[in-house]
């Protein structure tokens, strides 16, 4: 068990920096009930500041036993509870974490998918609100919680997990916020330099050589006011302008489900081709889900160099500093991508060793080192 001292930390962060709650805020803290020590403290911190926590704590079991005993009417059931809330909340803090997280491993895909699209409007408006400013603004951040499931699929101890999720949202600093305000400015940076881009590539050795056009899109710097740890920048690519092959190298991760060895071809923006080495009957029920499955609402590049192995958790695997990654579905508010799906599914290739990046045709990034020192860059003496 992890020091409860480390969680008030996480809360404190969480509810200061990341969503800022304000006087009379109304916060929705939503997470399953093995993350209860977690939503305790952010329910004290969130009093604290003024607001009023709405606790939101869910049995996993739940979500297993409608897809594995829900009739179609009941799997396409969209909540008006749910959607209430999305309207009417001002901040949102959410973790992730579960007593098992194969429990959903053999559960029927379809009946997967119908739950994802009857929760599409709610996600919509949750996209369009965490999008919008001013007072119709939520602000949103999910975090990691450290449990033993999540500890055994990284190959680790719980205490050696816990030390490495608190590490990766730089709370071992003396001021946690402070490092992440530095991240912020470093992150910026890059995202100005790629604002200015009409086109990404990414190559690989792995037989990766992938173009995305991007010209007039949003590249947006997520410093820990979005997901907690943080540590990448992204942007919506043009929809009709990915071309080429990509060759994920690690698994792709979703619903509990792991898809390997995934390789994507695209034309016109759009998947033409999709193979994988475990999950491919899987891989296509999820692209295939609705219009918008098959083509890219996300690019991006991790730059969190405190992550530096691969956990099957993609909340961290994406932020690794050296991997980039894409998400098949969804395009995310602020990026002026215009993609809509009720898929959002990131996937995530480490550049680490054989993998260039250019931006019009320059190299920006080779073995997952930016060529620019004021860029995101390892801290010195850790390795990347």
């Given at each position: 068990?992890?020091?409860d001292?480390?969680l008030d930390?996480?809360a404190?962060?969480?509810?200061?920096?990341?969503?800022?709650v304000k006087?009379?805020?109304?916060?929705?803290i939503?997470m399953?009930t093995?993350?209860?020590p977690l939503?305790?403290?952010l329910?004290?911190?969130?009093l604290?500041?003024g607001g009023?926590?709405?606790?939101r704590?869910?049995d996993?079991?739940?979500?297993?036993?409608l897809?594995?005993?829900g009739k179609?009417?009941q799997l396409?059931?969209e909540?008006?509870?749910?959607?209430?809330?999305?309207?009417?909340l001002d901040?949102?803090?959410?973790?992730?974490g579960?007593e098992n997280?194969k429990?959903?491993?053999?559960?029927n895909s379809?009946n997967?998918?119908?739950?994802?699209?009857?929760?599409?409007p709610?996600?919509?408006?949750?996209?369009k609100r965490i999008?919008?400013?001013?007072?119709?603004?939520?602000?949103?951040v999910?975090?990691?919680?450290?449990?033993q499931?999540?500890?055994?699929d990284?190959e680790?101890?719980?205490?050696?997990?816990a030390?490495?999720?608190f590490?990766?949202?730089?709370?071992?600093a003396p001021?946690?916020?402070?490092?992440?305000?530095?991240?912020?400015?470093?992150?910026?940076?890059?995202?100005?330099?790629?604002?200015?881009a009409?086109?990404?590539?990414?190559?690989h050795?792995?037989g990766?050589?992938i173009?995305?056009g991007?010209?007039g899109?949003?590249?947006i710097?997520c410093?820990g006011?979005?997901?907690?740890?943080?540590?990448?920048v992204?942007?919506g690519?043009?929809?009709?302008?990915?071309?080429?092959v990509?060759?994920?190298n690690?698994?792709g991760?979703?619903?509990?489900r792991e898809v390997h060895?995934?390789?994507?071809?695209?034309k016109?923006?759009?998947v033409?081709?999709?193979d994988a080495?475990?999950?491919?009957d899987?891989?296509?029920?999820?692209?295939?889900q609705?219009k918008?499955?098959?083509i890219?609402?996300?690019?991006?590049?991790?730059?969190?160099?405190?992550?530096?192995?691969?956990?099957?958790?993609?909340?961290?695997d994406?932020k690794?500093?050296?991997?980039?990654?894409?998400?098949?579905?969804?395009?995310l508010?602020?990026t002026?991508?215009?993609n809509q799906?009720?898929?959002h599914?990131?996937?995530?290739?480490?550049m680490r060793?054989?993998?260039?990046?250019e931006?019009?045709?320059?190299?920006?990034?080779?073995?997952?080192r930016f060529?620019?020192?004021?860029?995101?860059?390892?801290?010195?003496?850790?390795?990347?």
């Amino acid at each position: 068990m992890m020091h409860d001292a480390w969680l008030d930390r996480l809360a404190d962060v969480l509810v200061k920096y990341s969503v800022k709650v304000k006087k009379d805020d109304v916060v929705r803290i939503r997470m399953s009930t093995v993350a209860t020590p977690l939503a305790l403290a952010l329910y004290r911190k969130i009093l604290d500041a003024g607001g009023h926590p709405v606790m939101r704590l869910a049995d996993e079991e739940c979500a297993e036993l409608l897809v594995r005993h829900g009739k179609k009417h009941q799997l396409s059931f969209e909540s008006p509870f749910e959607m209430h809330e999305v309207e009417t909340l001002d901040a949102d803090i959410s973790a992730w974490g579960q007593e098992n997280s194969k429990a959903m491993s053999n559960a029927n895909s379809e009946n997967m998918a119908l739950t994802l699209k009857a929760r599409q409007p709610v996600f919509k408006k949750f996209l369009k609100r965490i999008g919008s400013r001013g007072k119709n603004k939520i602000r949103w951040v999910g975090t990691q919680y450290p449990c033993q499931s999540s500890a055994q699929d990284a190959e680790m101890s719980l205490t050696e997990y816990a030390d490495f999720v608190f590490r990766a949202g730089m709370l071992h600093a003396p001021n946690p916020i402070a490092e992440w305000k530095k991240i912020s400015v470093a992150q910026q940076r890059l995202a100005d330099f790629l604002n200015k881009a009409s086109e990404v590539r990414y190559i690989h050795r792995n037989g990766t050589d992938i173009r995305y056009g991007v010209k007039g899109r949003n590249w947006i710097n997520c410093d820990g006011q979005l997901n907690f740890p943080d540590g990448e920048v992204f942007t919506g690519p043009i929809e009709n302008a990915t071309e080429g092959v990509v060759v994920f190298n690690f698994p792709g991760v979703i619903h509990s489900r792991e898809v390997h060895d995934i390789r994507l071809q695209f034309k016109s923006g759009k998947v033409v081709e999709a193979d994988a080495g475990k999950g491919r009957d899987f891989l296509y029920s999820m692209m295939d889900q609705d219009k918008g499955g098959r083509i890219l609402g996300e690019l991006a590049i991790g730059t969190n160099y405190q992550i530096t192995r691969h956990t099957r958790n993609t909340l961290f695997d994406e932020k690794i500093g050296g991997t980039v990654h894409m998400a098949l579905g969804a395009s995310l508010p602020g990026t002026g991508g215009r993609n809509q799906s009720a898929l959002h599914w990131d996937l995530v290739l480490d550049m680490r060793k054989g993998g260039t990046i250019e931006v019009d045709g320059k190299v920006i990034s080779k073995n997952g080192r930016f060529t620019r020192s004021n860029w995101p860059q390892p801290k010195r003496g850790r390795r990347g």
